[in-house]
T-cell receptor
Framework: QKEVEQDPGPLSVPEGAIVSLNCTYS??????FMWYRQYSRKGPELLMY????GNKEDGRFTAQVDKSSKYISLFIRDSQPSDSATYLC??????????FGDGTTLTVKP | GAVVSQHPSWVICKSGTSVKIECRSL??????MFWYRQFPKQSLMLMAT?????????EQGVEKDKFLINHASLTLSTLTVTSAHPEDSSFYIC???????????FGQGTRLTVV
């Protein structure tokens, strides 16, 4: 069983929809939780970073971490075609060293 | 966020040759750098962790004699793929972590194709 499980999708939504992306994990030592956006043939771009449990909001993006359930989420409000990309969850017990999910490919249709 | 530059962005080499990939932190000192590999439609897999001035720590299953990592300064780490074979073709990505920081920043990746 993988340490980090992420639904690979693909996920297709109309413009303006609310998108929900999720990951579950099994390692209780994880305390750093990240969401990255990756465009084709590019390196990952950090979207959200959360330490331990809780919610974090940045513009149209909200990240939630529930350590008791070992479950993290990323919500995208008012989704735009430019949000079309692969979204990767990542987490780790130590700063910088991350275990990644498989990524969810999102397409936002105009 | 901080800037990490990776070079080259893509490279094609012949089977049996060696390829060096550079990862530079441009505006901060990276005490730790991480090297990942990503195969098509798969996620990033950590290959090794390198601390400046120390030998790299490799993940299980990664051949340290094939993937040579050097982290000789606080702004530069290199990954050399020795005697490359077609199965080494992949997307190689580095990330860099500064002292006291909790976020590592990624380079733009290097696409290696071995023919």
């Amino acid at each position: 069983q993988k340490e980090v499980e992420q639904d690979p999708g693909p996920l297709s939504v109309p413009e303006g929809a609310i998108v929900s992306l999720n990951c579950t994990y099994s390692n209780s030592a994880f305390q750093y939780f990240m969401w990255y956006r990756q465009y084709s043939r590019k390196g990952p771009e950090l979207l959200m970073y959360t330490y331990s449990s809780g919610n974090k909001e940045d513009g149209r993006f909200t990240a939630q971490v529930d350590k008791s359930s070992k479950y993290i989420s990323l919500f995208i409000r008012d989704s735009q075609p430019s949000d079309s990309a692969t979204y990767l969850c990542a987490m780790g017990a130590n700063a910088g060293k991350s275990t990644f999910g498989d990524g969810t490919t999102l397409t936002v249709k105009p | 966020g901080a800037v990490v530059s990776q070079h080259p962005s893509w490279v094609i080499c012949k089977s049996g040759t060696s390829v060096k990939i550079e990862c530079r932190s441009l505006d901060f000192q990276a005490t730790t750098m991480f090297w990942y590999r990503q195969f098509p439609k798969q996620s990033l897999m950590l290959m090794a962790t390198s601390n400046e001035g120390s030998k790299a720590t490799y993940e299980q299953g990664v051949e340290k004699d094939k993937f040579l990592i050097n982290h000789a300064s606080l702004t530069l780490s290199t990954l050399t793929v020795t005697s490359a074979h077609p199965e080494d073709s992949s997307f190689y990505i580095c990330s860099a972590l500064g002292a006291g920081n909790t976020e590592a920043f990624f380079g733009q990746g290097t696409r290696l194709t071995v023919v």
